[in-house]
């Protein structure tokens, strides 16, 4: 059975820092693009940062370059999120997503962690 786990998310003052990771299991990292997308009240979902399958190339939204760093660990099937100088702004639910590279329709979502940073 696939699963998509995200954890580290939590309760931090602006300009804290916070490391999410997005673990998966019963598939490989391997053959998928890895993202991570946040969504605040009232908001739409929007792209953080990915990650390619070999972890090679990244990507970042402008308004979180330079301060959000991603990563892989292809032994622990596992991406992370390093996230410093967090603003009330980056304040959502961060879900994190598996997409294929061979199929693009084949996706999996984690369940979501949630990111509060007060002000």
């Known amino acids: 059975e696939v699963h998509l786990v995200e954890s580290g998310g939590g309760l931090v003052q602006a300009g804290g820092s916070l490391r999410l990771s997005c673990a998966g299991s019963?598939?490989?990292?391997?053959?998928?693009?890895i993202g991570w997308f946040r969504q605040a009240p009232g908001k739409e979902r929007e792209g953080v940062s990915c990650?390619?399958?070999?972890?090679?190339?990244?990507f970042y939204a402008d308004s979180v370059k330079d301060r959000f760093t991603i990563s892989l660990d292809a032994a622990k099937n596992t991406v992370f999120l390093e996230m410093n100088s967090l603003k009330s702004e980056d304040s959502a639910v961060y879900s994190c997503?598996?997409?294929?590279?061979?199929?693009?329709?084949?996706?999996?979502w984690g369940q979501g962690t949630q990111v509060t940073v007060s002000s």
């Open positions: 997503n598996a997409k294929s590279i061979m199929l693009v329709t084949l996706e999996y």
């Open positions: 990650i390619s399958s070999s972890g090679g190339s990244t």
């Open positions: 019963g598939f490989t990292f391997d053959d998928y693009a």
